[in-house]
């Protein structure tokens, strides 16, 4: 039989995923432990760290400061994701997670393409110390309807971010003009220059800024149905 050999790293995603199923930490005997990664890699065919990606409904963590690119590309078990503790979530890292449905996080930069293609993604909730949104980073996210960036710095959209999402509310940042290079951000979407509408929330310190702003008029002016409200 081939050995392979399973990083210290790998044993403790291991545990982390036993403890995810049961809301506990399980207590497992030394034998029971062997014949559990026996199984994993013959299973998986020494793909233990894939394994675990694959198998995790619920990605949660207070301690991991950085969730790598393509980390969880393509999995079809993953529905919620709390990174309390992440700085940063990388280009792809959940792209095509079509089951996912809820991000929770504190990452100041979430990177390129992060969660394209995650159709039932409804929620985002953000932290105020986002300053990154990666180019069409939430594009494709067609349940994705409201986005509240309110209580956050961010200082610019960029382009695709939103493109062909479900996105028909949006709260601009409270304490700064944000800019907009281009209009693609919310290409396909509702509040696109061609989409059916929705509202905007814009902060009325910054109303002049906004609608002197060449980009934004393009789509605050030119998209008839959408309903610009000033806080």
């Known amino acids: 039989m081939a050995l392979y050999a399973i990083s210290d790293t790998s044993l403790n995603a291991l545990a982390d995923a036993v403890r995810s199923k049961t809301g506990v930490d399980t207590q497992m005997s030394l034998e029971e432990i062997i014949a559990a990664i026996h199984a994993v890699v013959v299973h998986t065919n020494g793909d233990l760290d894939g394994m675990i990606a694959r198998t995790l409904e ?9 969730i790598a690119a393509y980390a969880f590309y393509n999995n079809p078990v993953v529905r919620t994701v709390v990174a309390a503790a992440a700085k940063s979530i990388g280009e792809y890292a959940f792209c095509d997670c079509i089951n996912l449905e809820r991000v929770s996080c504190s990452a100041a930069s979430i990177g390129d393409y992060a969660f394209l293609g995650c159709n039932m993604l409804n ?5 105020r110390k986002i300053l990154d949104i990666g180019a069409g980073a939430f594009a494709e996210c067609s349940s ?16 695709n971010t939103f493109a062909d999402s479900g996105i028909r509310e949006l709260k601009l940042p409270d304490r700064r003009f944000v800019s907009l290079p281009s209009t693609s951000a919310f290409a396909g ?25 060449t980009v934004w008029s393009a789509i605050l002016g030119n998209n008839k149905n959408i309903v610009i409200s000033y806080e």
Request: net charge negative; no cysteine; aromatic share 10%.
């Open 123 to 127: 929620e985002i909730l953000f932290d």
């Open 189 to 213: 979407s509702p509040l696109g220059v061609d989409g059916n509408g929705g509202v905007i929330y814009l902060p009325l310190e910054y109303r002049v800024s906004y609608e002197a702003n």
């Open 144 to 159: 994705l309807e409201s986005v509240d960036l309110r209580d956050t710095y961010l200082p610019i959209i960029m382009p």
């Open 58 to 66: 619920v990605v949660e963590s207070d301690t991991v400061q950085s």
